[in-house]
């Protein structure tokens, strides 16, 4: 199995690894699933795995290292001599190197298959075409210099890279800072590391003064190849051995041995004879022509005299020590095994994933119920119910039905007080003010009018909960309005939410109204307060604009001139039936419609409800497509399926052996 079957078994039909429950229902395969729910992870993979299939068999070192670092002196000393000009050396900006140049050896430009993949290398890299060098010195040194241009990469043959079979990323350097960069970013590192992807190696090129610089170890630690690096340390003064140089190394890198280190001494200091190879010619050039000799430094101390430095230590002959084709395969090899450590990574994370968020709206849901009881309880935490003309018309009927024989000639003269404010809600505020005026006028109604205007549950109390619910759970910031979702919200539960009790129900609850009220005193209130304190019930809400009426039982009780008539017991037992039959009901509807706007799974509601022991919502889910939870949080709820887990292991086992034996052979 090779890389690309290897990734095709990843998107194969039948591997449904996660199945969504929530906004949507579907089943999503592995790549698809990483693709939607952590992009940015599955960008990384993708990223790796096409380096892996297309772009790992190209063998390219980067060069990289920091400001005035010997970085374009070394990339020079590779190249044949009337190519050396075209590369700006120098302490000034404009004489570094500000973009991306590649070197490729002048044989490969005989392939132009070859050559066409170099550029769709760089393109996938850079997100640009490359540009070709100038085979002008002056023109070629403004275009490395041309820090405008940063992202578009530029390329160049040369006949002197033949030899080496390699191509070279001359890399801008790492510390220079970059237009509109942030304060905290580093854009020229985090440039340098995807670039370097694409490599087979790297030669990190810096100054032994610089050797422990934050961005050097940074860099090192970053996704830049490991399978092949190579130190070049430069500007070494004596009488530093190069021993010394090494073993520092080695601690900068936290590592004992198995360093690939080349270093330099400074040309520019007379002592430096002393401890550089004999085949150094730097000491019979011009000082204005010296450039630095690189030879591989050995831990043995033994071996780093300067007559023990034979020739094929020069980092010229690198090509022999690490072979091309050698320094490709560690490097398929690496990117191979990254992939397959991805992908595993990714898994787990997929199930971790599912995880967090379902305990991220399970809180959400949570501080929605926790809300939502305050603002539906009152300051001695009875529950308020909301009392609906069909409620009050069942109250009203049910009392009728099971009054003494008595009672009931004296009822039926009432009776369409109540029937009458039912009929101007149903008509319209005109009609009501046209059916009432005697009865709005009337010193009852004004005082009960304000009595229960103080219980509405109005637009603002909504919102000012899901103002405080965010906060609570930090899920979106406090400028944020919620006018919006607060009117809806009251519409639907003010519309929707008709939670009712049975006609056994109201009459055994009537029976125990007239069973504990004397009969003279239940005949002055009937006349007095009950059909007056229904009628305001009913149209309280009504003339309040948007809102709805929310009193508790007892409250209820006294507005209809019932509550001082009972004993405390009969009044409990009351409060008690119209809670459990009603209230709660009403508090669970409640809670599902406003999960329902904002975007919480109503699976998350309901199974939050069943743990506080509360009613499961009688209303269906109306998800809003476009309400906070979906659009701006990006709630969503998944899980993933142990069979399709069991078999994409078994895919990444056998491709892992597979590869293993391979490596092996």
Known sequence: MDLNEFWSGLKEPGLQLVGETWPETKEMGFLDALREIEPAAYERLETTSRIAREFSDVPILAVIGPINGGKSSLVRSFLAPPNRERVPVGLGSRQGTQRFVLWIPRSWESDPALFERLETILGFIFEDRPEHLSADPDESREQYADVSAFHRPLVAFDEGLDRHGVALLDCPDMQRLQENEKEGENLRLEAIAKASEICAGVIIVTPRSQ????????????????????????????????????????????????????????????????????????????????????????????????????EERSIHCLADLVRPAVIRQKRQREIAEDLLGQVREQLAALDAKADAERVRVKRAAGELHELAHELMHDGDQALRLKIDPEIVMSFKESMERTAPLQLKPLIALRRRIVHRAVEAVRQGREAMARAFPWLRAGGKFESLKNRLQKQLIQEKDIEKLLYRWSVATREAGPERSWKEEARAILERYRVEERTNMTREEWDALARQIWKNTSKLKATVRIFGSFFVGLAAVILIPFDGGASVLGITALELMGVLGLGGLMAAGTLRMLDREMNQKIGCRQFSNFIAIAGDRIGIPRPVIEEMLDEKELFKPALEEQLDTTSYGVREAGWRLFAVNPKARKKLLAILKQWEKEHHAVQTT
């Open 211 to 310: 050797i422990e610089i934050r961005d050097l170890g940074e860099l090192v630690r970053r996704r830049i190849p490991e399978a092949v690096r190579i130190f070049a340390i430069n500007l070494i003064r004596p009488p530093e051995p190069p021993e010394a140089v090494y073993d520092e190394l080695c601690q900068a890198l936290r590592t004992k041995t198995g360093i690939l280190c080349y270093g330099a001494y400074d040309f520019l200091v007379p002592a430096s004879r002393d401890f550089t190879p004999a085949w150094d010619e730097n000491f019979q050039k011009p000082e204005d022509a010296r450039e630095p000799c690189f030879f591989r430094i050995d831990s043995d101390a033994g071996r780093n005299g300067p007559d023990r430095i034979q």
